[in-house]
């Protein structure tokens, strides 16, 4: 149990256009997403903390307008990066925690990987 | 501020040989801390969490307030051990986790 999804797991796309990464939690409710983004040989850094139902919580130095994040249900959150630029280039990881046995642990996706043109 | 140091890139140890990956941590409080896994073409997973108190696949890891360490120990290492490891820290519920910079460990045959 507790799987996260992302979709899709690579992209790649033209410089100004904007692409949707998804995170579906796929047996469990999550009431809280997670959106990280991790460089070649580089850790995990979050971009963001999202409530379902509410509006995200940016970390500092993340642009809120570039990098849009919804999560209208507790199964599914979405990240857009908007008008994507070469140095958006990079690993889009989610993680979700919520209603399971674990209620502290963040479950992580398996990544998408985003290479802009 | 919160901050999670490992100081070591990369490990590379023989199979059978002990294992310590380090973990050092900066927070103002008490912290719940966490060492993650990733196998290679595998996502993160999480291996232990300091409040468990358990082993995980041979794996132990005990906190030190007073060093503000929670280094990751195993006794014999193994082939499958090979892998990138994470420590990682949360404030006292709070939601979000600080990594750590990551060691890549491999067990030489």
């Known amino acids: 149990g507790a799987v996260v999804s992302q979709h899709p797991s690579w992209v790649i796309c033209k410089s100004g256009t904007s692409v949707k990464i998804e995170c579906r939690s796929l047996d469990f409710q999550a009431t809280t997403m997670f959106w990280y983004r991790q460089f070649p040989k580089q850790s995990l850094m979050l971009m963001a903390t999202s409530n379902e139902g509410s509006k995200a919580t940016y970390e500092q130095g993340v642009e809120k307008d570039k990098f849009l994040i919804n999560h209208a249900s507790l199964t599914l959150s979405t990240l857009t990066v908007t008008s994507a630029h070469p140095e958006d280039s990079s690993f889009y990881i989610c993680?979700?925690?919520?209603?399971?046995?674990?209620?502290?642990?963040?479950?992580f996706g398996p990544g998408t990987r985003l290479t802009v043109l | 501020a919160q901050r999670v140091t490992q100081p070591e890139k990369l490990l590379s140890v023989f199979k059978g040989a002990p294992v310590e990956l380090k973990c050092n941590y900066s927070?103002?409080?008490?912290?719940?801390l966490f060492w993650y896994v990733q196998y290679s073409r595998q996502r993160l997973q999480l291996l232990l969490r300091?409040?468990s108190r358990e082993s995980i696949k041979g794996f132990t890891a005990d906190l030190n307030k007073g060093e503000t360490s929670f280094h990751l120990k195993k006794p014999f290492a193994q082939e499958e051990d090979s892998a990138m490891y994470y420590c990682?820290?949360?404030?006292?519920?709070?939601?979000?986790?600080?990594f750590g910079q990551g060691t890549r460990l491999t067990i030489n045959p």
């Open positions: 300091h409040i």
């Open positions: 927070y103002s409080g008490s912290p719940e």
């Open positions: 990682a820290l949360s404030g006292k519920g709070a939601q979000k986790l600080v």
């Open positions: 993680s979700a925690r919520g209603l399971t046995e674990h209620d502290n642990e963040q479950f």
